[in-house]
């Protein structure tokens, strides 16, 4: 079978997947500027094809073509409402502040859009059944949104921060270095996250430690 045909074999086989899984939302904070402004701006039906759109994505980067390599969800729902941050997942519900959209300086679409890639990742992603770092779990999510093209303007670029677990835009950036220096790393890196996790993981995909790595990394952009 030639490649092209087999590439769109797998979409088919992904899109198929995207839509046994049910999406939902809804806006509970219509009567306020960031609801309305969700509803003009975003709308309900756009959010519910990014939820599908996203849960695909994830499921390319992660090399998880079968229900059998992934989390078992059935539904994952957003929940627009005010209240204080920008958005978190619980129990595959994602909780969108109002309160940030109607605050939001700029493409409010854009932005959500790379906030819901975001958080259906974590509905996706194994977390080494809870005793993976917190910050790689948030620098995992964070690299979907940035090799989805979602990343905003105001994340640190390569080589930046403090720590390779600092989480977010930081661990998503070196995530980002690890992947160029085996293709599917992180993808691997999930799959051993299944059943527990170890620093040592990295060691074993990349042949250094996490902390020889973070080194090399500050290094390549030091200048």
């Given amino acids: 079978m030639e490649a092209s045909s087999v590439a769109l074999l797998l979409a088919s086989l992904l899109f198929s997947a995207a839509s ?28 519910k ?21 992934r989390r078992s969800v059935q ?8 209240m204080d941050g920008v958005a978190y997942n619980s129990n595959d519900e994602i909780h969108l502040s109002a309160d940030y959209v109607a605050g939001y300086s700029g ?3 854009t932005e959500i859009t790379g906030v819901l890639y975001h958080e259906v990742t974590h509905s996706w992603q194994w977390n080494g059944r809870g ?21 905003p303007g105001h994340w640190v670029g390569p080589g930046g921060g403090d720590r390779w677990d600092q989480g977010y835009d930081v661990t998503a950036q070196f995530l980002d270095y690890c992947e160029g220096l085996m293709a ?3 993808a691997q890196l999930n799959a051993k996250m299944r059943d527990g996790y170890s620093d040592d ?9 996490v902390d020889q790595l973070w080194t090399d990394y500050k290094a390549q952009y030091s200048g």
């Fill in 107 to 109: 493409d409010v679409r």
């Fill in 75 to 82: 539904r994952i729902a957003l929940i627009v409402e005010s």
């Fill in 201 to 209: 993981f990295f060691q074993q995909l990349l042949g250094k430690t």
């Fill in 20 to 47: 046994a899984v049910d999406y939902t939302a809804t806006n509970n904070a219509g009567g306020t500027p960031g609801g309305a402004r969700f509803d003009s701006e975003i709308g309900l039906d756009y959010s």
């Fill in 131 to 151: 005793a993976a770092n917190g910050g790689l779990i948030e620098g995992i999510a964070d690299f979907v949104r940035l090799k989805a093209g979602y990343a």
């Fill in 184 to 186: 599917g790393f992180v």
């Fill in 49 to 69: 094809q990014v939820l599908a759109d996203a849960s695909s994505f994830c499921w390319s980067i992660f090399q998880q073509p079968t229900e059998a390599d």
